[in-house]
């Protein structure tokens, strides 16, 4: 557990994940087969899944540069909303929706989760937790922004020596589809850890599946494997 209120050298811990990336918002959409984005071939199903078939409003937390925010407005029947710490990554984001061909039901805000208010059907946050202070209390913040009944979504990356190898010495320092030092080995979240979290906040979980990324066919696929990249999808109890 860890403190609800953070100290002040949390917050400096918090300032740096953030100057960090700005350091890489210009490449945001520079690439269309970047990682980050194709990942959307698993995440957009994820959500939707939440959402179920009525259409519905999802709350894009850590939004950073509208990779995901935007693939959802662009379903058509969702009203998305995006946040993320960033004045620059929410510039990038908002630029980028500007040039669809189509008005999207997109709108992108700067600030912390814990400064929005309202309830959405589904709040989702990708590729964000791992790089908190303190989990629990993230999660507890997106956890109140959801409606009784909908749905709450992570992805993130596990703790093990799989992942170590992977998203941080392949990824980051062979295969560079991030800048080395991204990630912090010692930040990374264990499913055990997350799910816990969400459970305490009143969710049943739904769905956890490993996340396998093919770097000759760009393609992201489901596994059973949680060792590396993982999601988990769960339900808030009435």
């Not at 969702?78 to 908002?94: F, N, Q």
């Not at 507890?140 to 992977?166: D, Q, Y």
């Amino acid at each position: 557990a860890c403190s609800r209120l953070l100290s002040s050298s949390s917050l400096r811990e918090h300032e740096l994940e953030v100057e960090k990336f700005e350091e890489l918002s210009s490449e945001w959409w520079r690439d269309d087969k970047d990682p980050l984005l194709l990942m959307n071939q698993l995440r957009v199903p994820l959500v939707r899944s939440l959402v179920g078939g009525g259409g519905g409003s999802v709350l894009d937390v850590g939004c950073g540069g509208g990779y995901l925010a935007e693939s959802l407005a662009r379903e058509g029947d969702l009203s998305v909303t995006g946040v993320d710490p960033s004045k620059e990554m929410i510039r990038i984001a908002r630029a980028h929706a500007a040039l669809s061909p189509t008005v999207l039901d997109l709108e992108y805000r700067c600030g912390m989760v814990e400064d929005v208010e309202g309830e959405w059907d589904v709040v989702v946050s990708s590729e964000v937790v791992e790089h908190v202070p303190c989990v629990t209390s993230f999660v507890e913040h997106c956890a109140k922004r959801v409606k009784p009944g909908g749905g709450l979504m992570f992805t993130t990356i596990n703790r093990t020596m799989a992942s170590w190898a992977l998203a941080i010495v392949a990824a980051e320092n062979i295969a560079g589809f991030v800048p080395p030092g991204t990630h912090e080995y010692h930040k990374l979240v264990p499913p055990q850890q997350l799910s816990g979290a969400i459970r305490d906040c009143g969710f049943e979980i739904e769905k956890t599946i490993g996340m396998r990324y093919n770097p000759l066919t760009r393609q992201w696929s489901k596994t059973s494997d949680l060792s590396v990249n993982y999601a988990i999808t769960a339900r808030k109890l009435n």
